[in-house]
Each structure stands twice: as structure tokens, then as C-alpha cells.
């Protein structure tokens, strides 16, 4: 099917569910980027530099105050975040009609967000582990389908598709390793290493479908006819390709000219390495220029959407704010919250498109079509 047309238009903005809605979601992607900042970050570089804090005294009181803050924000993020599960869960059900998907897609988050409640007074142990992710398992798997069947866009598609697959990695991962730990079998789980490396290079080529599905514009077309912006596009594209090449070969290129600074440069990227793998999960086992390269995507992407309040960018950010290894509960819940609103972001068919195929009058498109629901 074609992509939307002029006559089409966007109905999925964060301004549409009222005031306590918008301003609910734009707290919770500005508290969890700064949690992702101040305490997974930057609380991971401090004991990273913990052998410097012998020579620079500010270092421990500094980092220390910082972590402070992060675990202050850490528990505003939970609480915002039950808060716009809720609202986007009472958005959902609105309107004259609702799949039967949406429905179960619903009771799985409303039942997600009640177990972890559940877990904050009872420990939930192994087997509890294996079911609060077996249940977000299905909740994406439900929001992923529905995405698919809702969003008309072949890379919108190939973008849920790939990021489901990424994060179903992980789940599976935790899956069959607690299960595996509970039966207290010495045998090594199935697949379990290889779907951890493989839902991570997922999770990295998502972030380039991100801009390829939302974050691509005329004015970066090599297609257009406009001198002006074909120029421009041409200098965008060169200059990015030029880049991330160099990028690729840098560690090439400094040991052959200096073996010493390229051995420097080599720890300076394990060092950056291991706070990002304590703090989103990635082990930086690829090229560190294709992280880089889905990081600028991801950022241009989602600043681009939140400068117009469409909802997938804070569906977007969240999504991969949450990171790859989702070891707590808020993080599980900050993904489940972001797919949500990026499936409440759609587009809102033609009046020609919602008539049925027969011939018949010509009638206004009711309350249901008007919002894109399936």
C-alpha cells in the first residue's frame, strides 16, 4: 500500500489526551533521561575513576551527590511512570470501538503494572522472575502485532519487527537462564549466548530504522529536484559516510602512525565500554562506530519528533532510554510504556479509504475512523 497522503494526517500527538497526559510523558522522558544520566552514567564513571579520587579529593564527594540525585530520580521515574501507564491505558480503551488485540495488549500491561506493584511488598524470587518476563514477553509481542497491523509504513514495520526481536533476546535470555537456575540443571541453557549477542546488534540496527521510519526528511533527499537541497543533502550524506569510516579504521590507522596513543585510545573505548554496559546493557562488542552511528540516528530522530509532539518520539526515547539489559522493573515498564505510545501514534485514513469497497454514500468518517483506531 502507498504511504500516507497529503489528505492524511497525523492524530497521534501527545496534545490530543489532554493536558495531565502530555505533561505526565514529557516528565517521565525528562526524569528517565536524567536517571539514565546521573545514575546509571555517571554513578558507573565515578567507580570508574575511583583510582583517581586518591589525587583529585572533589572526585568522591562529587560523584557521590550526583548518585544521590539519581537515586532520587530513579524513584520519580517509578512513580511517573505508573501514573502515564494508567492514563495510556484509559486512552486505549476511549472510543466507540477497540480491537480485540488492543484489549489484550490492555489487561497484559495493566496486569504487568499490578505485578510489579505485587513485587514491591513480596520478594518475587526465581520463578516469579520467570513470569513477570514471560508476561512482558506477550505484552510486546501484542503491541508489536498491533503496531504492524495499524502503521502502513514498510520501515515503520521493519522497525518494530527489528526492535521486538531485540528486546525478545533479552527476554529470552533471562527466560531460560532462571529457568535453568531454578531446576538446578548444570546443562547449558539453549541459545542463550547467542540470543544475547544477536538482540543486541537488533537493538543497534533499530536505532537506524528509527531514522529511517520517523527521522528522514525532504530537505536530506537525494531525490528532490530542489538544487538547494540536493546540495545540502549531498553534503549531509558525504560528510556522515566520510565519518563513520573513519571511525571503523581510526583504531587501524592510530596504530600504524602511533602504537602508543592507539593503545591509549583502545582504553579510553573499553573504558566507555563498561559504563555503558552497567548502565544500558550494551557489551560494545561490535564496532564501536556503529553504536555511535544509531546513537546520532536515535537522538536526531527523536528531537525532531518532540519539536512537532508527535507521540512516537517519546514512544522512541523511551524505548531506547530503557537500554538493551532491562535488569529493573521500572526499565521493563519504561519500554512497555514507550511501544504503547508509539502505537497510539498513527495516521488517520482517507474518508475514501474508511468506506467500505461497495458503492454507497458518501458520509462523514465517524468518531472511531477519525481517531485511526483498528
Not at 75 to 85: Q, S, T
Not at 122 to 141: D, E, H, K, R, S
Not at 167 to 180: A, D, P
Request: hydrophobic content about 55%; charged content about 10%; proline content about 4%.
Amino acid at each position: 500500500m502507498k504511504a500516507a497522503t497529503l489528505s492524511e494526517r497525523v492524530t497521534g500527538r501527545v496534545s490530543d489526551f489532554g493536558p495531565l497526559f502530555e505533561y505526565t510523558v514529557k516528565l517521565v522522558l525528562l526524569t528517565s533521561f536524567l536517571e539514565l544520566v546521573l545514575y546509571r552514567l555517571v554513578s558507573r564513571l565515578g567507580m570508574h575513576l575511583s583510582k583517581l579520587a586518591a589525587d583529585h579529593p572533589w572526585i568522591t564527594p562529587t560523584f557521590t551527590a550526583l548518585t544521590e540525585v539519581g537515586t532520587w530520580l530513579l524513584n520519580i521515574v517509578a512513580v511517573l511512570l505508573f501514573l502515564a501507564l494508567t492514563l495510556a491505558l484509559l486512552n486505549r480503551w476511549r472510543g466507540p470501538e477497540i480491537s480485540r488485540l488492543s484489549k489484550l495488549g490492555s489487561v497484559g500491561a495493566a496486569l504487568l503494572v499490578l505485578l510489579t506493584v505485587a513485587f514491591l511488598v513480596v520478594q518475587p524470587g526465581m520463578l516469579g522472575a520467570v513470569v513477570y518476563n514471560g508476561l512482558t514477553l506477550l505484552v510486546l509481542t501484542v503491541f508489536a502485532s498491533e503496531y504492524v497491523m495499524t502503521h502502513r509504513e514498510p520501515a515503520q514495520r521493519v522497525l518494530a519487527v527489528t526492535y521486538y526481536l531485540g528486546v525478545s533476546g533479552w527476554l529470552y535470555y533471562q527466560i531460560v537462564s532462571t529457568i535453568y537456575s531454578l531446576a538446578g540443571t548444570i546443562a547449558a541453557p539453549p541459545l542463550v549466548y547467542e540470543s544475547h549477542r544477536v538482540g543486541e546488534a537488533l537493538m543497534i540496527l533499530a536505532s537506524f530504522f528509527v531514522f529511517v521510519a520517523y527521522g528522514k526528511s525532504k530537505s536530506l533527499s537525494l531525490r528532490t529536484r530542489n538544487r538547494r537541497q540536493r546540495n545540502r543533502a549531498m553534503w549531509f550524506w558525504s560528510t556522515t559516510g566520510v565519518v563513520f569510516a573513519a571511525l571503523i579504521v581510526a583504531d587501524y590507522l592510530l596504530e600504524f602512525f602511533s602504537p602508543a596513543f592507539a593503545s591509549a585510545f583502545r582504553q579510553a573505548s573499553q573504558g566507555i565500554g563498561w559504563i555503558f554496559q552497567f548502565g544500558m546493557g550494551y557489551t560494545f562488542y561490535l564496532p564501536f562506530a556503529l553504536y555511535v552511528g544509531g546513537l546520532l540516528c536515535w537522538s536526531y530522530t527523536v528531537m525532531k519528533l518532540l519539536m512537532i509532539g508527535r507521540l512516537a518520539g517519546y514512544g522512541i526515547g523511551l524505548m531506547f532510554i530503557a537500554g538493551y539489559a532491562l535488569l529493573f522493573s521500572n526499565l521493563t515498564l519504561m519500554v512497555v510504556l514507550g511501544v504503547m505510545l508509539l502505537t497510539l501514534d498513527r495516521v488517520k485514513p482517507t474518508v475514501a479509504e474508511s468506506l467500505p469497497a461497495a458503492g454507497g454514500p458518501v458520509v462523514p468518517a465517524t468518531d472511531g475512523l477519525a481517531h485511526g483506531q483498528a
